[in-house]
C-alpha cells in the first residue's frame, strides 16, 4: 500500500504543476524561474512543459493503480534525466545551479524507483516457488 500512496503524492506533485501550465502558463512559467514565451516559443514552451508534467502524472497514476512498477520507472527516468540535463546546462552553458529543483527531481524519482521496486518484488513473493 505505501508504494502506492507514495507514488500517488508524487502524481499530484506532478499534477500541480501541470495543471497550472495549463490554466496559468504565466504562474507556471514564473514558478520555474522563466518568462511566459511569445509567439512559437509560447506554443512550444506551454505544449512540451504542459506534456512533460502531465505525461509523469498519468504515468504515476497508472503505475500506482495497476500497481505495476515499469510506469513508476518511466516517470523516475524523465525526472532523473531533468536533474542530469538541468546540471549540464550549469557546467557546460553557464546556467544558475538549480539546486531546489534538482534536489526535488532526484528525491521525487528516488521515491517512484523504491515504490516501483517494492511493487515488482511483491508479484514474485506471492507466485509459486520454483
Known amino acids: 500500500m505505501l508504494p502506492r500512496i507514495l507514488a500517488g503524492l508524487v502524481g499530484l506533485v506532478l499534477a500541480s504543476t501541470g495543471v497550472t501550465w495549463i ?13 511566459l514565451l511569445d509567439g512559437i516559443g509560447r506554443s512550444t514552451q506551454i505544449g512540451d512543459m504542459s506534456s512533460f508534467f502531465v505525461g509523469g502524472t498519468i504515468l ?3 503505475g500506482a493503480i495497476r500497481q505495476q512498477g515499469h510506469w513508476l520507472q518511466a ?21 544558475e545551479f ?3 529543483f534538482i534536489v526535488a527531481e ?12 517494492q511493487m515488482n518484488k511483491a508479484p514474485a513473493a506471492e507466485g509459486p516457488a520454483e
Not at 106 to 117: E, G, Q, Y
Open 106 to 117: 532526484v528525491v521525487m524519482a528516488t521515491i517512484l524507483l523504491f515504490s516501483a521496486m
Open 98 to 100: 538549480t539546486t531546489t
Open 23 to 35: 490554466i496559468d502558463p504565466t504562474a507556471a512559467a514564473l514558478s520555474l524561474g522563466m518568462p
Open 60 to 62: 504515476c497514476f497508472v
Open 75 to 95: 516517470t523516475a527516468l524523465l525526472l532523473t534525466l531533468t536533474a542530469i540535463f538541468r546540471t549540464l546546462a550549469w557546467a557546460v552553458h553557464g546556467a
